[in-house]
């Protein structure tokens, strides 16, 4: 029980059956799954189908928080590959074509690597903050993508491409199936050959892990590229499910909520040891979340006070200071209690969320 | 730099003399050189414009200029503040949306101005407060607290209301219709506000013991702490400053646009962090002038304006920033490497 207790994923998934929970307990349909023309319909299978975007993305910014930075740029590139998929498919004479889908899928995702190439290589051979590196793109990167378009939001009538974000396979959503296959291949890739612990050393300490042989240069610049190219693949689904490449709204905040599913989901931001699996936990919390504040019949554009107050939670939880105060006042009885799990009671301070 | 040089009486020993003049001040100077390179930009865009159109550097043009970009200049110097000190605050833009339509909704219900705009003021400093302590006393990295900061302030402007809301009261309405001339030099009180909150900041920046704290801590945390100087305060109250001149944005956006609406400012604060980062502060803190970022807001009006002139797409000034914006990253990367060698 105490191994289960002090389990660096239990606090963030205890927060996730927590939100479920209260969801089914006001409203049961919510955890029904039904079976409607070989697809499977629900509230759940839906939360599944939208985060599908912000999946990728936070895979992303979590191998780019491990190496001690953090991507900023994510939004625009969504928007850059939306537009760059998009204004092909409307340029072609054949936009149902399955050829033509195909082109703008591989034109909008070699844009994204550029892009992220480009981030990586002013973060890894220029040296320079990445924070600042990715805000240059952040900033130029909508105008690039307002340019492709024209300043006008392009829509275009593709069944291939709205397959994409809408269509079903294997009774789930082919957009799930997008995510899910990232999932899978950045778990590989990181957890089964040794990039994972390379990242980690270079996110502990660049100048150690350079000293004892490791390339940080190309981990680090690697990173920015996986995390482009995954920005692109989220903004090919985002216009796909829109049927409309939106150079303004595409991707708008969704750094931010990355940057948060990847601190929800225990991965730290100083760099270093990072975790996918949480990194999927703290998305489907937030898509969760989003879907309860929105059932609460609270207007969407109001829900940034919910997810503030669970952000301000979340990182006083950590901080070493509150551990401090709960030491002090535990030692008295406990003289050898520890405090080392980050964001303790996660799930306490949700349930009062959806409560209120 | 080389004006500096000219004003000098000639060395003894002529070339050597200069030479060695010249190094000993970029070295004992080399944190303006960034500021003196934003200044030479202005100007060659302002110079490059009149050539190019023949009444662009008309006073009515340039006065314009200023006041359209008040509340930037304003957020600005906030967020110099917070940069100084090494921080970042990402929340200013939505501080601004928040307090503007704040004020909007409260004036809509007949609460006089003089109450209003205290409120709004408050209202700003509060998020700033947060923002602060989350940072000094809880560990909390400035980007994801003012992230916090961000969020909280955008989602409570739609709380207070879905949709802008016309102000009729005659007192905020006056700040922006009063024009004093002179010749064809205008300004409207907007801008006499923006100017007092760069001359404050000057004032308190350079002339105060609170303004050397700011630049000691930017240069190194740690050596503050131990020379005594009250780091904790200090670090708050920069991001209580920075949310106060949030507050006056909204109020100056408010007067400006004679509405609130909680759409305003979506990425201002990455306009306002731009503009100081070509004014010539250091993101890594320590190094920078308040009136260097009023130059940067003035050279992201020109291009703005200059965009608008030649009826291009407004999306290039975004891309002309952010080239600029690496540029000057750049410069600045090579002076501190630089500075870093001499040590």
Known sequence: ?????????????AALVTLIVVNTIVRPQFIVVSVRDGQLYGVLIDILRTSAP????????????????????????????????L??????????????????????????????????????????????????????????????????ITTVNSAPYSFIATGYLLFLPVAFLIALAAIVVVALAERRTALGVLTEAVGINPQASRLAGVR??????????ASGLLAGIAGVLYSANIRAADANAAGQFIELYAILAVVLGGTSLMGGKFTIAGTVVGVLIIQTLDKTI??????????????????????VLQSPRLHKWIRDLTSKRAPRANDSQPGTPVGTQNKVEVAS | MTTDMQTRPTAPGAERGIVARYNTFMSRRSSLMPTLAAVAILII???????????FLSPGNLSALLLDNAYLVVLAVGMTFVILTGGIDLSVGSVMAFTGILSASLLSQQLPAIIVIPVMLLGGAAIGLMIGVLVQYFNVQPFIASLAGLFLARGL????????????????LWLQRTRFAFGGWYITPTGLIA????????????????GRTVYAIGGSEQSARLMGLKVARTKILVYVISGVCGGVAGLLLTAYSGAGYPRNGIGTELDAIAAVVIGGTLLAGGTGYVLGSLVGVLVYGTIKKLISFMGAEQSWTQIIIGFLLLVFIVVQRVIVTRSQRRT
């Open chain 2, 157 to 172: 402007a739609f709380v207070v209301s879905l949709s802008s809301i016309r102000v009729e009261d005659p007192a905020v």
């Open chain 1, 54 to 85: 912000l999946m990728l993305v936070a895979l992303g910014m979590t191998v780019v928080i491990a190496t001690r930075g953090i991507d900023l740029s994510v939004g625009a590139i969504m928007a850059v590959s939306g537009a760059v998929a």
């Open chain 2, 45 to 55: 865009l302002l110079v490059a414009a009149q050539v190019r159109f023949d009444r």
């Open chain 1, 1 to 13: 029980m105490k191994k289960v207790l002090r389990h660096r994923l239990f606090w963030p998934i």
């Open chain 2, 195 to 210: 100017l007092a909150v760069v001359a404050i900041a000057f004032y308190v920046l350079h002339w105060t013991r609170f």
């Open chain 1, 216 to 225: 940080s240069r190309g981990i680090v610049f690697g990173a920015y590229l």
């Open chain 1, 87 to 152: 204004t092909i498919i409307d340029a072609s004479s054949d936009p149902g074509s399955i050829g033509t889908v195909l082109l703008a899928l591989v034109v909008a995702l070699g844009v994204s690597l550029a892009l992220g190439a480009w981030n990586g290589l002013l973060v890894s051979v220029a040296g320079i903050q990445p924070i600042i590196a990715t805000l240059v793109l952040m900033l130029a990167g909508r105008g690039v993508a307002l340019l492709i378009t024209d300043g006008f």
């Open chain 1, 294 to 315: 929105l059932f609460l019949g609270v207007p969407p554009a109001q829900s940034p006070v919910f997810f503030a107050v669970v952000v301000i939670v979340v990182v």
